[in-house]
Nanobody, 118 residues
């Protein structure tokens, strides 16, 4: 099990940028596949991006491709989400999550609010 704490959310105008960070506890961070998810008001939680254990492979949902970048630092136990060209539709609570290879996401952070004004 790993404990996750997100930070970096806030209010930004459309077209602006934010960088979210997720700090993980424990000494086994590099054994987890990490992901970012988001949940907008009245909607279900949706996948945003994921990064492999070594950081060499990233996957994104179509709506954020070319605008968001996920990265990780296994020496610092952190995973970041750089969000550029933000749109009002990106407004949501963003969650960091971790899973083992072959398993579902089972460890979640408390979330951080991102609000994009038009």
């Amino acid at each position: 099990q790993v404990q996750l704490v997100e930070s970096g959310g806030g209010l930004v105008q459309a077209g602006g940028s934010l960088r979210l960070s997720c700090a993980a506890s424990g000494r086994t961070f590099s054994t987890y596949i990490m992901g970012w998810f988001r949940q907008a008001p009245g909607k279900e939680r949706e996948f945003v991006a994921t990064i492999s254990r070594s950081g060499d492979k990233q996957t994104y949902t179509d709506s954020v491709k070319g605008r968001f970048t996920i990265s990780r630092d296994n020496t610092k136990n952190t995973v970041d989400l750089q969000m550029n060209s933000l749109k009002p539709d990106d407004t949501a609570v963003y969650y960091c999550a971790a899973r083992r290879l072959g398993a579902e996401y089972g460890d979640w952070g408390q979330g951080t609010q991102v609000t994009v004004s038009s």
